[in-house]
C-alpha cells in the first residue's frame, strides 16, 4: 500500500521512525527516505523500537510538516498519525490517514509478536499502554480525514477514537504466472507469528495429511518458529522466505489457500491467491468477511477446531471452482482501483 501512495505521489518524501535493511526496503531504496533522530541509537531498528516504544510521540513531533499542504499517514501499531490539525485555520497540513488498525496492542486484541508474555512486560505495558492510549486518542483527533482499509477497521476507528472512516481496500498485485497446473498441497503465506492460526494449520495437517505448505519468515520471538518446526511430519514444509514471483507460483499451484486468522484486520493474502486463481478456506471473522464469498471465492471455516478446518476443507474439495472467476474478483481490489478511488477521495475533500 505505502508503495501504491509513493508511485502516485512520486516527488512527495516518506517519513518514518526508522528502517531497516531488507525486502521492504530494497523497494523503497530509490525513495526520498527521511528518518526520525531514534533512528540513529543503536540497536533503535532491530531490537528497541518495540520496548522504547512510549518515544512515538517524540519522535513524531519531532517531524516539521508546515511546508506541506496535504499529509498522507500509514498508522498502524505506531500510532503514526495525528500530524494536521484538525477544526483550526491557521497553516497548516490537512491530513489524511490510511488506518490499518488502531494499535492492536492498545485495545485488547492479539497481536503476531506476544510480546507481554511474560509478568514483568504485561507491568511495564500496562503502564506504558495507559499513556499511550492517551496518546492515540488525541492524535486521532488531529486527523482531518480517516481512510480505513476495511469496514472491520472503520468500526474499531468509530468504537475507539468516535471518529467516521471511509472504506478503501489495499491494492493487491502479484506478479503474472504462466503455465502453472494445480498441485495436491494447501498454502499458507505468513510470517511465523503467533495470531495467524499457524498451529492449528500444522495440527490439522497432523492429523488429518493433508500436504501443507507454509511460505514466510519468522519474524519477533523465535520461539513461534521453533515450536512450529518441531518434529513434523513429510506432509508438512516450511518454505521461508520466498520472492514475490516464488509466492504468486505457489498461490497458483496449490488447491487451496487456508487464512485461520480469528480477527484479521483485513486480510491481503487471501485476495492474492484468489487473484492467481485458487479458492480461500477462512475463518468466518473480521476482515475475511469482506473479501471471500462463501461458494464463490472460497468456504468458510465456522470453529476454529481441527475437525472445523476438515470439515472446510471437504466443502471446498466439493466444489469445482472457476480460477477465471476467482481471478475476476480478485480485480476489485487492483492497485488502478485503488489509486483511482484514494486520488478522487484526497480531490474532492481538499476541495471542500
Known sequence: MLLALSDMYPKAPIYT?????????????GKDI???????????????????RFLA???????????????????????????GTRGTRNVQPVEFCYCHTPPRWLYGYPTSV????????????????FFMRQYDYHASQRVNFFIANSNNTARRIDKFYRREAFVIYPPIELPKVQNTTKKDYF???SRLVGGKGLSLAVAAAQKYGFRLKIAGA????AAVSHNLKRALPANIEFLGYVSDEKLARLYAEATAFLALADDEDFGMTPVEAMSMGTPV?????????????DKKTGVFIED???????????????????GKTLKTYARRFSSERFCRQFLHFVATHVQE
Open 17 to 29: 521512525a526508522f528502517w531497516r535493511p531488507g525486502e521492504a526496503w530494497e523497494r523503497f531504496k
Open 34 to 52: 527521511r528518518v526520525s533522530w531514534a533512528h540513529h541509537i543503536p540497536g533503535f531498528s532491530t531490537v528497541l523500537h518495540s520496548p522504547l
Open 57 to 83: 510521540p517524540l519522535i513524531w513531533k519531532s517531524f516539521n510538516f508546515s511546508s506541506y499542504d496535504i499529509v498522507i499517514s500509514s498508522a498502524s501499531w505506531y500510532i503514526t498519525k495525528g500530524f
Open 114 to 129: 506476544e510480546w507481554q508474555k511474560y509478568a514483568i512486560v504485561r507491568a511495564y505495558a500496562h503502564v506504558v499502554g
Open 187 to 189: 498454502l499458507i503465506a
Open 218 to 221: 519468522p519474524a519477533g520471538y
Open 281 to 293: 478456506i477462512a475463518y468466518r471473522g473480521g476482515g475475511y468477511t469482506e473479501t471471500v464469498l
Open 304 to 322: 476454529l477446531t481441527l475437525e472445523g478446518v476438515q470439515d472446510a476443507i471437504c466443502r471446498c474439495m466439493s466444489i469445482p471452482w472457476s
